[in-house]
């Protein structure tokens, strides 16, 4: 097999058809460059070139060598270049989950941030619930997962990155709907829309600790997920939810949010990956996203 070094110092002495140039080019010396055009020829058992004291021309043999080369050599180099700039964070592809809310909220600034440093990198996103992305990071599917808190699974490690604001929303008609800032106390008696635990099980266990901290067990009307649908369903009337502050970019003229008592609410966002990734673009990824959201 013919080496790399020596089909590269071909092309530039066929490109150039000048010793000193293309060694010049090289960055090595004529002699060198002499004895690996040599080496090529005798390996190939053909001579390449022609040799005059005032010029070098590309025999037949060396034509065609030169039209398959030039092409899969620049491809090579191409590939040798993305293989370094993947291998420091600097290219490549990452395949991320998240949570929906996540694309209101967080995941723009962090993009944002990342996308400067690094503008080689190419994404994939897939919406999807907590549980969904344990899964998913488990059976290599994504490569980070983007959650809400509290969160624990056997090979995974959890960055936590922001807290977030929980907030009620009501339909317009409701008479809580007038209430400036709303307490836990408040919703005792309303039937709640609330995402399954199976989907959400941090988000989910959150609102029923709130519901029991204030004294009451919740009026589960109906479980949901995503979080958009939940929204829908309190503008049919269906009930109200506490959900994040994010979701108040999704606006439907009957519903209205209020905020949820400020000592108590408080969802977190986080970063999950698996504990055994070590890959500089998980790694860069992560560290940009905490700047991004200090």
Request: glycine share 6%; net charge neutral.
């Amino acid at each position: 097999m013919v080496e790399f070094r020596l089909l590269r110092s071909f092309v530039a002495l066929a490109e150039e058809l000048h010793f000193g140039r293309a060694a010049r080019r090289l960055h090595i010396s004529q002699p060198p460059l002499s004895r690996q055009i040599a080496q090529l020829e005798a390996e190939l058992g053909v001579s390449l070139f022609t040799r005059t004291k005032r010029r070098v021309e590309l025999t037949a043999a060396g034509r065609v060598l030169y039209e398959r080369s030039r092409t899969n050599l620049a491809s090579i180099e191409h590939s040798l270049e993305e293989a370094i700039s993947v291998s420091r964070g600097e290219a490549g592809r990452l395949t991320i989950g998240l949570v929906g809310s996540a694309a209101y909220a967080i995941l723009p600034q962090i993009l944002s941030a990342f996308r400067t440093i690094h503008p080689g990198v190419e994404f994939r996103f897939h919406a999807m619930t907590t549980t969904q992305q344990i899964h998913a990071l488990l059976d290599n599917r994504i490569d980070i997962g983007l959650v809400r808190t509290p969160l624990r699974s056997d090979g995974i490690d959890v960055h936590h990155l922001a807290e977030e604001s929980l907030m009620v929303a009501i339909h317009a008609s409701h008479s809580l709907a007038a209430q400036p800032v709303i307490s836990m106390k408040m919703l005792a008696d309303e039937p709640l829309l609330i995402s399954p635990r199976e989907d959400a099980v941090g988000y989910h266990d959150e609102v029923i600790s709130l519901c029991n901290a204030a004294g009451f067990t919740p009026r589960i009307a109906c479980e949901a997920q995503p979080f958009s649908t939940l929204i829908g369903l309190v503008a049919a009337g269906l009930g109200l939810a506490i959900v994040p502050d994010a979701l108040k970019h999704i606006q439907l003229n009957q519903v209205t949010y209020r905020p949820l008592n400020a000592s108590i609410s408080k969802t977190a966002f986080a970063l999950a990956v698996r504990s055994s990734d070590q890959s500089p673009l998980v790694t860069g990824f992560i560290a940009t996203a905490r700047h991004a959201v200090a």
